[in-house]
């Protein structure tokens, strides 16, 4: 037979494990006396729980009580976030992304837990969990993916404390561990020629050069229409993104204010779109009156803007043929701002370019700039060597 467990009491605050609870009468009409004996844990220290027993205390002399809720995350968060993006406008496509994180790694995992009874501990062990085994295949999760979850578990505890659903919010003294770090992949310059060969003969040229030689994200590329391409100076202006949401083409702003910009090209890549405009003529009048009309530069066959599932599938098929390796589409933005950085283009001016913040650029292309310092010490120490 188990012994039972010990339990030390400190002036009726009582140490379970490495929590501190106490137990309090507290108004419950559903009981026979109209009392119920509850039980509230999750402190980190004994005096932590006495404050919170005289603050309970005073609110049921008070008549401001709220016996916390039996839900459980599954049954309250969904529900919440919903309200959030509804009070606050939320982009559809942030809330889609809150929904994507809370279905995949919070409700699986956690779902079934009681608010009442979530604690700090658990929470914190939770998202040390997903840093070192969270994905499908049971690796760790990166930084930016246990952020956002995080993000999901203090807005839902907030909302459900604030109205009374629990007493405690288990994510007060909870911290977001740093994830794994991201690793950025780069064609090297073998595959790109072999890719290159290959998508020249496709009638999406414009749209793989386009990618290649701006870093542009697939959404803002597939947004893009004709009146965004200044003819005279050379430039696109990029102020919109497609993504996809429930099977659904959606147009949103960019991820954040960076996103909106002018980017040069070269002439010849302005060349290459010239061409594709005529394609694309020859296309409409090939197809006649099936052909949608509509201001986009990359279309499919019948003139509806190309969605981001289709550019997917035409970039694995052409991987396949090229007979390289498949590299994720966002490796043709990796790939220019490595090459620029390493050509010696500033953080500051291709951040511009690629619409994101200095601080990005930095920490997520650190290794290029690693590698290339590396470079320059031994340069340097070869000058010394043979002076």
């Not at 990359?298 to 498949?326: M, S």
């Not at 589409?329 to 010696?344: D, E, P, W």
């Not at 001016?349 to 470079?375: C, P």
């Amino acid at each position: 037979m188990a012994r039972p467990r010990k339990v030390k009491t400190f002036k009726g605050v009582e140490l379970r494990g490495n929590e501190f609870s106490y137990r309090l009468r507290v108004p419950d009409p559903s009981s026979p006396n109209g009392i119920k004996q509850v039980r509230f844990g999750g402190f980190s220290t004994a005096e932590e729980a006495d404050r919170d027993r005289s603050k309970k205390k005073l609110e049921i002399h008070d008549k401001n009580f709220l016996l916390p809720t039996n839900a459980t995350i599954s049954e309250y968060f969904p529900e919440c976030l919903k309200t959030h993006g509804v009070v606050n406008a939320i982009k559809i496509q942030s809330s889609d992304d809150y929904f994507m994180h809370l279905n995949s790694y919070i409700l699986p995992r956690i779902g079934h837990l009681a608010l009442k009874d979530c604690t700090s501990f658990q929470m914190q062990k939770f998202l040390n969990e997903l840093q070192i085994s969270g994905s499908r295949k049971g690796l760790g999760l990166s930084a930016s993916t246990i952020e956002k979850v995080a993000i999901i578990l203090r807005l839902g505890f907030k909302e459900a404390y604030i109205h009374g659903e629990i007493q405690k919010n288990p994510m007060e003294n909870v911290k977001i561990p740093k994830g794994q770090e991201k690793q950025v992949e780069h064609i090297p310059d073998e595959d790109l020629t072999k890719l290159r060969d290959f998508w020249i003969q496709t009638s999406q040229t414009a749209f793989f050069e386009l990618a290649l030689n701006t870093g542009a994200r697939m959404g803002e590329i597939l947004c893009l229409r004709w009146s965004d391409f200044d003819t005279k100076t050379n430039t696109i202006s990029i102020s919109k993104t497609f993504y996809l949401s429930n099977g659904v083409l959606r147009e949103n702003s960019p991820k954040s204010k960076n996103g909106i910009r002018e980017v040069e090209i070269t002439p010849s890549q302005a060349q290459s779109l010239r061409t594709h405009a005529i394609r694309q003529k020859e296309q409409k009048l090939l197809v006649g009156s099936i052909w949608k009309d509509s201001d986009f530069i990359f279309t499919n066959e019948i003139g509806e803007p190309l969605k981001t599932y289709q550019a997917r599938h035409l970039w694995k098929k052409l991987c396949v043929q090229a007979g390289v390796k498949f590299y994720h589409f966002h490796a043709l933005r990796h790939t220019h701002i490595t090459s620029l950085l390493r050509a010696g283009i500033q953080a500051y001016v291709v951040a511009r370019r690629a619409g994101d913040t200095v601080t990005t650029i930095l920490n997520t292309y650190a290794h290029a700039i690693r590698e290339d310092d590396s470079k320059c010490a031994e340069a340097f120490e070869g000058k010394m060597v043979a002076l």
